[in-house]
């Protein structure tokens, strides 16, 4: 039996080729602002030393996105580093390091918030972060909640080509890449954003391939509770699932135990160790698998209010150690 297995497995490792990226979300790298969206210098730095000692390569967020859109496959090895908001820190702390290390990254700015201020960089201080491989991207002008603030579509479309204005004039920059504010959006905004030709990031967990959806990539977050070293390794090895589809595509549940049904291209994982978290209950469950390559999931308890996040990982057969990971966001206003 044991050989038989092995044999599996083997062969599982030979033909089975996983394309694999995965994005860290930052906001302040500093142990002087609220711990819980930090990450101090250290820890920064050793997140950096993890990634070349994981000999993962830091890539610029549009080497992901340009490889997502054209449907091409992701490089196995690519990682790519995020920051929210603009914060000074970003320059002050983050800036040395990432030049020290060659790495390229993302900043993500509200155009409104920009300095001169204490907490928020300047335009100057972003030219200088742009001129060592810093992509400036938009987060909305004022760090608008696109579901909860009841923008029209036409404020939001207008909101968010008035930053990018702004952002090419003053940087040169134009990259089409939105940061959700919070992390929420729904069905609306991302057909919006689909419109005017943007890839939305979100701030949910997972590594992302081709077959991820562009208009709300998973980052994972690396600072507060998530700046450990150990769990970020296993997110930085984690592998993105080969997704055929995702019902419901919105945010909002329909139900206050909604049901999120996946069915899948293939899949390299013990089928029987696929297990889902959702927030605000403490015991993993199991999905209903309704084919070899469908499942659903549906909360046993009723989801809690605000972001709630069914988190479903399973154990690689051809990647031995390594977790298949994918979340779903729902925003129960
Ligand atoms: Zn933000």
Redesign the pocket.
Known sequence: MQKVLFVLVLTASLFFKVNAATILIY?HVSDKTPKSTSVSTEQFKEHLELINSLKLIVVPLTTITDAIKANTPVDNNWVAITF??GYHSVYDNALPLLIQYKFPFTV?VNPKMVGPSKLYLDWDQLAELAKHQGIIAN?TMA?ENLVQDGLTDEQMIDNILLADKIITEKLNQSHKLL?Y??GEYDHKIKQDLKKLGYVGFAQHSGAVNETSDILALSRFPANGIYANPKTLKAKLNSLPFNIKSITPSDTKPESLNPLLQVSLLNKDFYQSQLACFISGSGKPQKPEWTSKLDFNIASNNEIPKGRVKYNCTAPSISHSGRFYWMSKLWINL
């Open positions: 906001h929210d908001d993500f987060h760090h940061a504010p919070y």
